[in-house]
């Protein structure tokens, strides 16, 4: 598959947006946890797998690129690709663009964690989902290189140049 | 000051959780968000700043760690940090905790730019504003040290155990 998966998409909704009447740093994460919800139907979390094995996703750490402001009403969509997992995490790449196009105005890497909602702890993938990251990350073997992953923010003492 | 600065207080409401009864990780960036708003008000760019300057801050990039789950209707606090600044940018520390309590349930750092609205473009800050941030450093230079800053998320290809 060399075209992006759309996980979600929308519009950008009045609730969402701050006071320029621009989307609300926060609400680009809500989409992107909604394009985390399109993942998990993709590999049988979704609400009927869930509920019959009382298992979810939590995610434990994101980072956050806001490339371009989005007004209200835009019709958007989040792309997802599974960067890697392991026998109980998975590393994903959202990223956010207008309907269509290419070009990112926002992403997100994020680790999440398969847990049990017993206590919640973390446990391992049951082997149908965990064949089914190794398919999807097959399929998805052929799409390019995300551009923001392996970010740190620096906080430098920088001079004050009033 | 050696207390923790609180830019925002308030419950856990039943929006912001998800199927779990649980904050939604989009929420705990709302809570964030709101505390960069009290932090916006405590440099004088409050509602009345902006409107009187054509001025704000835009969110560029920021990163999350999330601790713990947080319930609905717990009282939450979000402690703020200014890390560092320069002629246009902030580098905040945001954390949330229960009310009172020195823990955190999940953290934030974050860089923002001062923005005119005309645009909007990146903007120096305004003297009064500089001098602000420098008495906030000042204020802040006794706290202690973060414990989730200049985090990078890595993506290894680590083996698949069923």
Redo the contacts between chains.
Sequence with gaps: MSEPWVTWEGRVLPEWTD??GHL????Y??V??YGTDGFMDGIGLD?NG?EASGH?L?????????VH?VKLGAPVQVHTQL?????KRV?LYHSLHRAGDAEALAAS???LVHVT?EG?KST?FE?TT?AR??TLRERQAGLSSPRF??????????????
Excluded: K, M
């Design positions: 006071y320029n609300r740093d926060a609400y994460l809500l992107f946890s609400a869930r979810s939590f995610t434990l750490e994101c980072h956050l690129n806001f402001e960067l890697a997992h392991d026998h590393w890497e994020q680790v909602l919640p391992p082997t965990l990251l190794a992953i392996g970010r740190v923010i620096t906080a430098p003492e920088l001079p004050v140049n009033g």
